[in-house]
C-alpha cells in the first residue's frame, strides 16, 4: 500500500475475532460470510458519505456506529476504531471533521480488505 502524503497508517486484524467468526464453517461458508460482512461495510460507508454530502450528520453517525459492531467480528481493530471516531465528531455536527475522518475510513477500509483476503484460509 502506497503511503497517503508521506505517512502510512498500518492496520490491525484481530485474526481470533475473525476465526471466531468462520468457526464450524466450512471454507466456502467461511469466505461468503467475510465476504458479506465486508460488503455490508462498503455499503454503509458509501450511505455514509452520500448522507455526508447530504449534511445529514445525525444520520451518518448511526450508520457508521453500525459499522464498528461488523467491524468487531471480522476482527478489523483499526477499522472499528476510526468508525466510532467517525460517529464521534459525526455527532458533535462538525462537517469538516467528519470528511476528514470519513476519508481516513475509506483509506483504512481498503488496506483492511486486502489483509483479510490475503488471508489464505478464512476457516483457521
Same mark, same amino acid.
Given at each position: 500500500m502506497e503511503p497517503v502524503?508521506?505517512?502510512y497508517e498500518p492496520v490491525r486484524l484481530d485474526r481470533r475475532r475473525l476465526a471466531l &467468526? #468462520? =468457526?464450524g464453517l466450512s471454507a466456502q461458508e467461511a469466505r461468503q460470510a467475510v465476504f458479506r460482512a465486508m460488503e455490508a461495510l462498503a455499503n454503509r460507508l458509501n450511505a455514509a458519505r452520500g448522507l455526508l454530502a447530504r449534511g445529514e450528520l445525525k444520520t451518518a453517525a448511526k450508520i457508521t456506529r453500525g459499522m464498528v459492531g461488523i467491524a468487531d467480528e471480522l476482527g478489523l481493530v483499526t477499522f472499528a476504531m476510526i468508525a466510532s471516531d467517525v +460517529? #464521534?465528531?459525526a455527532l458533535r455536527g462538525d462537517k469538516i +471533521?467528519? =470528511?476528514a475522518t470519513l476519508k481516513r475510513l475509506e483509506r483504512i477500509c481498503d488496506q483492511s480488505m486486502s489483509q483479510i483476503w490475503? &488471508?489464505?484460509d478464512?476457516?483457521?
Open positions: 502524503f508521506g505517512q &467468526l #468462520c =468457526a +460517529a #464521534c465528531v +471533521a467528519t =470528511a490475503d &488471508l489464505r478464512l476457516s483457521i
